[in-house]
T-cell receptor
Framework: NAGVTQTPKFRILKIGQSMTLQCAQD?????MYWYRQDPGMGLKLIYY???????DKGEVPNGYNVSRSTTEDFPLRLELAAPSQTSVYFC??????????????FGQGTRLTVV | AQTVTQSQPEMSVQEAETVTLSCTYD???????LFWYKQPPSRQMILVIR??????QNATENRFSVNFQKAAKSFSLKISDSQLGDTAMYFC???????????FGDGTTLTVKP
């Protein structure tokens, strides 16, 4: 049971390049999220999904896109990389139970540098 | 929208002593969850403790406990018998019941000194 797996762990992009950050979970949690963490700051929500086929914007969605075709996978796409997107990206999951929600379970993060 | 404020960017404590990290939040919701997460240099986010807003009793997990004051919108973390392994960044987080979206504070860097 790996939990939440993010790939890659590190990446350097040139300005204008594109890439996809992968996130996969094996915990069958219905909710998935992408956060970014800038140096010395807390996490900010980029996009989230409450189930396959359903996605919505978070606090800082500009410059990103997501899709969720399965329960397990929630990739984050950067189309035209900009230096402002240099950050650490975290994928997280939660589950809505009968009476409460779980805490968020996080992947190990992807450190992205745009030069 | 919710906001979470951690007013102490850095703190230090001697090994075996007690330290309290502060967190305040702002929300108009009545039902929500609060968390403290630990982020060591490995950058992995690790749950320390959780509190459901409808519970009046403060949560405890071994050496970690919270002081949850719902009316004051305050949620502080007390670490007792601090250990060197407690050195990390600590984040306070508010989770709403609408899709479980979380809002994080900017963190407190805690250093435990031998």
């Amino acid at each position: 049971n790996a939990g939440v797996t993010q790939t890659p762990k590190f990446r350097i992009l040139k300005i204008g390049q594109s890439m996809t950050l992968q996130c996969a979970q094996d915990m069958n949690h219905n909710y998935m999220y992408w956060y970014r963490q800038d140096p010395g700051m807390g996490l900010k929500l980029i996009y989230y999904s409450v189930g396959a086929g359903i996605t919505d914007k978070g606090e800082v969605p500009n410059g990103y896109n997501v899709s969720r075709s399965t329960t397990e996978d929630f990739p984050l796409r950067l189309e035209l990389a900009a230096p402002s997107q240099t950050s650490v990206y975290f994928c997280a999951i939660t589950r809505q139970g009968a009476t409460s929600m779980t805490e968020a379970f996080f992947g190990q993060g992807t450190r992205l540098t745009v030069v | 929208a919710q906001t979470v404020t951690q007013s102490q960017p850095e703190m230090s404590v001697q090994e075996a002593e007690t330290v309290t990290l502060s967190c305040t939040y702002d929300t108009s919701e009545n039902n929500y969850y609060l968390f403290w997460y630990k982020q060591p240099p490995s950058r992995q986010m690790i749950l320390v403790i959780r509190q459901e807003a409808y519970k009046q009793q403060n949560a405890t997990e071994n050496r970690f406990s919270v002081n949850f004051q719902k009316a004051a919108k305050s949620f502080s973390l007390k670490i007792s018998d601090s250990q060197l392994g407690d050195t990390a960044m600590y984040f306070c987080a508010f989770m709403n019941t609408n899709a479980g979206k979380s809002t994080f504070g900017d963190g407190t860097t805690l250093t435990v000194k031998p």
